[in-house]
């Protein structure tokens, strides 16, 4: 980097240092874009053929597939999630999408349509050119495949910043992506804080931004996306996603549903469900059962077996829960289990579940990032229905109902991106994934994110006493 500043990046489980990352200023993040920019306007990635890039990038899921138990330690020791649920779950989602995009490569093409008067109409689906992304901490490889998979896919150059808490493994896929045989230029990466990304948001030479991250951040990016040059701007955003167990539920199974919805991954997952609304007639049963459910989640270093929880990210995020869990119990929610942290070294906390939440406290309104489930109880649909709609948010619902009709009814009526019904945290690579409301715009996953990449271009030329029209 330009300025040879370096930064630390730290392991969760103890606060010490891993290493230090060289740190990305205004200066290389200019660099980074010429770069880009060069690949994309002189380089070979968008005039190759569309089956070339797709052999490329399916070379590197097959050595992402190769280097698995690698990745899936880096992703453990940068972040602190359970290496079994990053080895067994994660790296095997982070090479499906890289495949899934390799698919779509060449089967990206435009159309031809009509016209009333003598003339031929080609539609062309076209690369955006420059593309910049910001991935944040919680799934930095998932979130390095949802951005980088579509962009290369449909033809671009990428330049990405990671999060400035986990820069070790965007780094080091992107080392292997140039292994096989991915162009100088094509993709980018800038470790750095902030100032990095707010540079690469309103830079002027970038076409187009994906940004994932807090809601408070994406407005910041989508106004300096806006300043500059107008590029479009795909956001994903926070959530307080509800989930609702309705009176016919099966309580043992409800139970350990809700529970994985919003302690998966230390509740460091913006779709996590941590607004749990029961019934009122199962309630009582379904509130002893979640405390001792919490009460048995193994939280421990994450790279033993059998662990279910690690530690949070760090110090920041470590403090913002316990200030939440403070705020719980002092607004007259009840603590039925957890509520601090766990041993000496490290930003561990308990599983914490509250009872008798009502809807204006904060544990029920804002996004805490954390371990903390909130029960809520309710008495009927329509009630139900307003009240998780009663958010700012918008990202995804769970419903857990053995009756189809209240399924579609509650699954109509959420104000919701993704509803997932007797089910939760399904993230296969073709399901799109995004918001209504303030949890952002634009779809992830799936065909919807090739739209992000492509320019649409028509294409308009005479005809001479043509056969047909």
């Known amino acids: 980097m330009s300025s040879g500043k370096m930064f630390p990046t730290y ?29 994309f306007d002189e380089g070979p990635w968008p005039k190759m053929s569309a089956y070339e890039r797709s052999c490329i990038m399916l070379r590197f899921a097959d050595f992402l597939e190769k280097h698995g138990d690698e990745l899936a330690a880096l992703e453990t020791w940068d972040n602190g999630k359970p290496y079994e649920q990053a080895a067994n779950e994660e790296i095997p989602m982070l090479i499906r999408l890289f495949r899934y995009y390799a698919g779509w490569a060449d089967k990206i093409h435009g159309l031809t349509a009509p016209a009333d008067s ?63 045989g991915l162009p100088p230029g094509v993709l980018n990466v800038i470790p750095g804080f902030g100032s990095a990304g707010a540079a ?81 007639r199962v309630y009582d049963e379904f509130v002893e059962k979640a405390k001792a459910r919490a009460l048995k989640r193994v939280v421990g270093d994450p790279f033993k ?24 119990i002092e607004s007259g929610a009840t603590l039925e289990s957890g509520g601090e942290k766990l041993g000496s070294k490290g930003f561990y906390v308990q599983p914490t579940v509250f009872s008798n939440v009502q809807d204006n406290m904060l544990i029920a309104k804002d996004e805490i990032f954390g371990p903390v489930q909130s029960l809520l109880k309710f008495k009927d649909l329509e009630e139900v229905i307003r ?31 993704t509803v997932w019904v007797n089910c939760f945290n399904i993230f296969d690579a073709a399901i799109p994934f995004g918001g209504y409301k303030m949890s952002g715009h634009g779809r992830e996953k799936g065909v919807y994110s090739l739209n992000n990449y492509l320019q649409v271009k028509a294409v308009v030329t005479p005809l001479k006493n043509p056969a047909w029209m």
């Open 387 to 417: 009240r998780a709609n009663s958010t700012h948010y918008g990202l995804a619902a769970g419903v857990f109902t053995q009756n189809i009709d209240v399924a579609n009814t509650i699954s109509r009526a959420l104000r919701v991106g």
């Open 11 to 39: 392991d969760p489980r103890t606060g010490d240092v891993i290493t230090m990352v060289a740190e990305a200023d205004t200066e290389d993040v200019n660099r980074a874009v010429s770069a880009a920019r060069k690949a």
């Open 200 to 280: 690469l948001a309103s830079h002027m030479d970038v076409d187009k931004l994906a940004f994932t991250g807090s809601t408070e951040t994406g407005q910041a990016v989508l106004s300096a996306a806006a300043k500059s040059n107008l590029k479009p701007v795909t956001l994903e955003l926070g959530g307080k996603s509800p989930f609702i167990i309705c009176e016919d539920a099966d309580i043992d199974k409800a139970v350990e549903l809700a529970h994985s919805a919003v302690f998966f991954n230390q509740g460091q997952c913006c779709c996590a469900g941590s607004r749990t609304f029961v019934h009122e």
């Open 118 to 180: 003598l003339h031929h109409v080609q539609i062309l689906h076209e690369p955006i050119g420059v593309a910049g992304q910001i991935i944040p901490w919680n799934f930095p490889l998932l979130m390095f495949a949802w951005k980088v998979g579509p962009a290369l896919a449909c033809g671009n150059t990428v330049v990405l910043k990671p999060a400035e808490q986990t820069p070790l493994s965007a780094l080091y896929v992107s080392k292997l992506f140039h292994e096989v």
């Open 305 to 328: 077996k059998g662990v279910e929880q690690g530690p949070q990210i760090d110090t920041e995020q470590f403090e913002k829960i316990l200030k939440y869990i403070e705020s719980g």
